[in-house]
């Protein structure tokens, strides 16, 4: 066996290779041309920071010598240093998934204070104001540009990435669309596609609801399963994963280990019933005859069962299923 692939087995209480490793970036695609782009773009913002560190060295030094006096040049280089620490290393957090905004956010107050310093050198003359002005803004543009490359990329290869709703939909469906966007947010369903399949599961399981309990009642009539149901099926969808769209048997085999509900018959249905269903239909096929909807419902009821006429369509489905959707 080579040696590369031989899978190294964790000791208990060893931290795993993903828990340490950061995400596969270079997997994605695109990854050579990127990092071609990035070893040509990372000198030249080291050498935007550096002109822009010696364009304010001067003022700098000058503005501190009162305080500082021989030593007054240790404050534009240290400020200048410590920016690009900040920098650095806000970057690097973003890369490794773990980013921490009070790097940025120290990072851009010491670069402000650089501007204000040399503004107030300029002595409010405009075209050294902008000129001061120029190489900083500059500077930190790049710097934004390149933490949300990083921040785009590292959430396609970790599942983070959250695709955007098509500006049409918002349009034409302003309300469904926010109730769309709120639930991909709220149970992170992360592509469009997946977010637009679980819309239409939640669409048939309330249709269902609302055939079987009323339009509006089923919201306090239905039972308390199959409403809990209902409210599980974000989670249930999250947990399966959203990269792809859920097949049918995934999603009944969640159902299944996540709501009673699932694993067993319906809430109004129970095996008494459904062999007596099945018995009557049995005697129906030997017989050569069908029963429409009230004989069916007449027979069930000599034999001591009490059901809704609403539900005799659905129970006849189900007797005659060999593997009802509940058990398939």
């Given at each position: 066996m080579n040696p590369a692939q031989t899978q190294h087995k964790s000791e208990p209480g060893e931290p795993q290779q993903s828990d340490l490793a950061p995400p596969a970036l270079l997997a994605q695609p695109h990854a050579e041309a990127i990092k071609a782009v990035a070893a040509i773009v990372a000198p030249l913002v080291l050498a935007l920071a550096v002109l822009g560190g010696v364009g304010?060295?001067?003022?700098?030094?000058?503005?501190?010598?009162?305080?500082?006096?021989?030593?007054?040049?240790?404050?534009?280089v240290g400020m200048d240093v410590g920016i690009l620490i900040l920098l650095t290393w806000d970057l690097l957090m973003e890369y490794?998934?773990?980013?921490?905004?009070?790097?940025?956010?120290?990072?851009?107050?010491?670069?402000?204070?650089?501007?204000?310093?040399?503004?107030v050198a300029a002595h409010g003359d405009l075209a050294g104001s902008v000129m001061h002005a120029a190489m900083p803004i500059l500077f930190i543009t790049v710097v934004e540009g390149v933490r949300h490359l990083i921040r785009q990329w590292v959430g396609l290869a970790t599942g983070r990435h959250m695709e955007k709703i098509p500006k049409p939909r918002w349009l034409l469906a302003p309300i469904s669309t926010a109730?769309?966007?709120?639930?991909?947010?709220?149970?992170?369903?992360?592509?469009?596609?997946?977010?637009?399949?679980?819309?239409?599961?939640?669409?048939?399981?309330?249709?269902?609801?609302?055939?079987?309990?009323?339009?509006?009642?089923?919201?306090?009539?239905?039972?308390?399963?199959?409403r809990a149901a209902l409210r599980r099926l974000p989670a249930d969808f999250a947990h399966l994963g959203s990269a792809a769209p859920v097949s049918d048997e995934d999603w009944r085999q969640s159902a299944r280990s996540t709501s009673s509900v699932a694993?067993?018959?319906p809430s109004w249905l129970d095996e008494k019933l459904l062999d007596a269903a099945k018995q009557i239909l049995s005697e129906e096929e030997l017989d050569g005859v069908r029963l429409n909807r009230t004989a069916f419902g007449r027979r069930l009821r000599e034999l001591g069962f009490s059901i809704a006429n609403d539900r005799l369509t659905e129970l006849r489905a189900a007797a005659t299923q060999p593997s009802p959707e509940w058990e398939s």
């Open positions: 304010s060295f001067a003022t700098v030094r000058t503005m501190a010598e009162p305080w500082f006096g021989d030593l007054a040049w240790i404050v534009p490794v998934g773990l980013p921490w905004p009070v790097l940025r956010w120290v990072a851009w107050a010491y670069i402000s204070g650089t501007v204000v310093v040399n503004l109730l769309l966007w709120r639930r991909m947010v709220l149970w992170h369903i992360t592509t469009y596609d997946s977010a637009l399949d679980l819309e239409h599961r939640h669409l048939l399981a309330v249709s269902r609801l609302q055939r079987e309990h009323g339009r509006l009642a089923w919201r306090w009539r239905a039972p308390l399963d199959e694993s067993a018959l």
